[in-house]
């Protein structure tokens, strides 16, 4: 049991936040984003990633990370600051409002994920 009642992180859960936050970051930052959806194509794909990116790993961050209230609050400056980088500094990308939109909708389905599957005492 960790501090508070809650249980320690463990390494499936650490690597999960870590792979899904690093994957996150790729997928946001690359210079091109054509092969993260390389023979894919279809309408709403860009958003369903968008959610996925931010609903995996607000989930797993919120299994490992003490001060849980840091995971959306980042999440968010993640979600809005992306399409910043993304419209200002990336030559070959664009911001899209509609983008940060699915990545909130993404933080709010970990957050609800993370919910319903968190360990109850007992």
Not at 58 to 79: D, E, K
Request: net charge positive.
């Amino acid at each position: 049991m960790g501090t508070a009642g809650r249980p320690r992180a463990t390494w499936p859960w650490l690597a999960l936040a870590v792979a899904s936050t690093v994957e996150q970051c790729v997928v946001l930052y690359l210079p091109d984003p054509a092969p993260v959806t390389a023979g894919l194509d279809f309408p709403g794909l860009d958003k369903i990633v968008h959610l996925t990116i931010f609903a995996v790993p607000t989930w797993a961050l919120l299994r490992v990370v003490q001060r849980r209230w840091i995971v959306p609050a980042a999440m968010l400056i993640q979600a809005v600051g992306s399409e910043f980088v993304q419209g200002a500094l990336l030559s070959h990308r664009s911001g899209d409002v509609l983008d940060a939109v699915a990545d909130t909708v993404g933080i709010a389905s970990g957050l609800a994920l993370a919910y319903r599957t968190r360990r109850r005492p007992g």
